[in-house]
């Protein structure tokens, strides 16, 4: 079974109190707010203009059951609109089994992102099916995060009870304990549920709510339109430790995966596990992986995952970049061109790949129009073909049945690796089937009839898979002819891990099936035709499926642990902080976390150690919205050798972000920086000014009076700085109290700073 963090999604929708929306939290001092006492469930009186019982209303001229009139007057009293909104756009949408009604309420009001509200009312039934509380920028994000996940949660039991007070027995909350892994993210705190049939969740119904982390009002909400479908039983269930034995014979395919730090531009490759189908198909009760369409997968495809066969002659790079004449005799020779290009262009890329790419296109007329037009991108430091497209009239997509086998289309393929690319054949995997047909994957929605066949290639180092770096090759299937080659091949900065010391693919997969873990669910597969026609749904199919409530990316090789797509334990970074109970800073500690700010290791946020150098760094920049800096000069502090030992710090790109915007200024560390020492109280009070906006007030020369027993201990330069938090109530304290100037910061007393940095005017 799944491995359950200590406070999961279901917990808190069940504990947490109902707080409805626009209540006041009480502030406890020195503590998290109190929540109003739990209300009762809501079952809200029907909206005015309705008769008291909906169940048969009358029918209107439209032929819905809900009148346009009707509609709008359910969207008005079920989110107290505000009139300045004005009159809404209406239109509806007609679906096989029903209708909706879409209310747009339009705002010219841009201030902080709002752009009005949308309702979608079912036209039969009257029940919110949807709602959504538009933004002028679709990218923006909070900038502050005051309710933490229990409060939301509240927030969100809230609206499940108001709208949809009749679902409520059939849903079962999804347990999600990565759900704000990520920060509540730009829709806010996300919750859902499903529903629940004889017995069985189903994957395709439900709904979804999500709350504003700052205002905690209600963002959206999502509800599965179709209440009609019918769920049967199988005649027996498949158990689930028959389940997992089937499951073992999967192959696990072991490659190297890049992961990026986020906001530096600076990861690593590193050797991960995963199913050979790339996310664990789902098992249906006759015993048979399928994929997300209801097809059987055939394993037997597998045979086909090979090498390319060596070129005849090995390949051997050119001495020197070819000239743009030996470029051009290149391309001639793979495109049979005689005459001059129609155009040539030579480019150079940056990066880590640094290519150096002369282009050249041919374009001939024909009778009617447009006649053949082939282009050829030639490497030449290398001497191959990078890029090669061709078409003329009648190779288009759907004017031709294909012709050819993909087995004759894969040789030709790997004939045109062998001659145009002789520096990576022989390092190429032939990965099985086409992008249309293959159980692995699927291109375009729909599996529609079309005369080419896509082949792919992944590059390998020591035969082992390189995810990213592969090659597509798209051949014609009425000629036989190749027509479009993509390459993303190779990076001279790419530095591989040795394959040692790694864990066994059969101890993958047994992370696999007990984290997440399996679970027995009701799932809609669609038939995908092979014509124009609409996808059509199949019966919903009880089978067995990961429950995956992570976002998972692989097994790590080494350790086992299960990685998410930034490449950290999941597991353990799923932990809530469990140290933190009863702190006085224990609310900010919780709301920075959530927002990102704060990492946790191991569930333990440690709040009464020292806060470092590097700490504060991180923190408020992360706080004050700056992206990290790789680029910062370290030399300034000492000699190469320790530069580079500061630099190849984790808190290095944070730190020199802060000095780059000049939040810390060097002279504050001294000749020799240590990310890992500790920073003085009244030192963390200049910097947290400065990150506020406030660096001109630290330097006036008149010293700000404030009102500590120990005041005359505060430095000249941070006296300022500590008057200026003091007067905006961050810093507590009064003639009685002694502020503690030179002590050491706790990581618990630096939240406290850092989250006014974070909750600044400016910030949002």
Known sequence: MQKRTQHTLAALVITASLAMPGAALAAAPNGPPTLPPPAAPVTPPPPAGLAASTAKPPVDETGFKISREQAITIARSMFAIPEALGE?????????????????????????????????????????????????????????????????AAKAQYWLDMLAPALRPSLRAVDRPMADYYGPGMQGYEFAWERMAEGYPTREAGLQISIDPGTGELRSFQRSRSQKQTYKLPAS????????????????????????TPATGVGEWRLVYRPIT??????????????????????????????????????????????RDQALALARTLTGQAGEPTDANYYESGGGQQLHI??????????????????????????VIRGYNSWSPGTAAGQAPSEMTEADAREAAIQFIRTTRPDLAGHLLIMPGDDLNSPYYMKDSRAVARPEHY???????????????????????????????????????????????????????????????????????????????????????????????????????????????RGRDLADAAKRPTDIAGHFAEREIELLWTRGVL?????????????????????????????PYTKYDFRRFGDERMAKAIAATPTAPYLGAALQAGIILPEELGAELKPDADVSRELLALWTARAMGYSAVTKMPDRIAMPFADQKLVGAKYANAVALLHGLGIIKGDEATSFAPQRAVTRGEAVKFVFAVASAEFQR
Do not use: C, H
């Open 237 to 260: 269930i498949l158990p689930k430790e028959k389940a997992e034995a089937i499951y073992r014979q999967l192959p696990m395919q072991l490659a190297y995966q890049y992961f990026d």
């Open 278 to 323: 790339g996310e664990l198909p789902v098992l249906g009760q006759e015993g048979k992986l399928l994929d997300m369409m209801g097809r059987v997968v055939d394993l037997t495809s597998l045979q086909s995952i090979k090498l390319v066969p060596a070129p005849d002659q090995p390949y051997k790079a050119p001495d020197k970049p070819l000239t």
């Open 88 to 152: 809404p756009n209406v239109n509806v949408e007609q679906f096989d089994d029903g209708a909706m009604w879409r209310i747009q309420f339009e705002s010219a009001d841009a201030r902080k992102g709002f752009g009005g509200l949308s309702v979608g009312v079912d036209a039969e039934t009257g029940s919110v099916l949807q709602y959504s509380r538009l933004t002028g920028d679709p990218a923006q994000s909070p900038a502050t995060v005051r309710y933490t996940l229990a409060e939301a």
């Open 358 to 383: 002369w282009s050249f296109n041919w374009q001939s007329n024909g009778k009617d129009g447009p006649g053949e037009t082939v282009g050829v991108e030639v490497d030449v430091d290398r001497g």
């Open 599 to 627: 990492e946790v290791q191991e569930g333990k946020f440690n709040p009464n150690q020292a806060a470092t150098v590097g700490d504060i760094a991180r923190w408020l920049v992360m706080a004050r919205g700056l992206n």
């Open 455 to 565: 082949v792919r290639f992944m590059l390998t180092k020591d035969g082992i898979p390189i995810d990213g770096r592969q090659v597509e090759v798209m051949v014609d299937g009425a000629t036989g002819k190749v027509r479009n080659v993509w390459a993303n091949d190779f990076s001279p900065e790419d530095r591989f891990p040795s394959a040692q010391a790694l864990i066994t693919p059969a101890e993958a997969m047994t992370t696999y099936l007990k984290q997440p873990g399996l679970e027995l669910a009701w799932y809609q597969f669609w038939t995908m035709p092979t014509n124009d026609a609409q996808p059509q749904p199949q019966p919903p199919q009880l089978v067995w499926g990961s429950l995956n409530p992570y976002m998972t990316s692989g097994i790590d090789a080494r350790s086992g642990a299960l990685l998410d797509y």
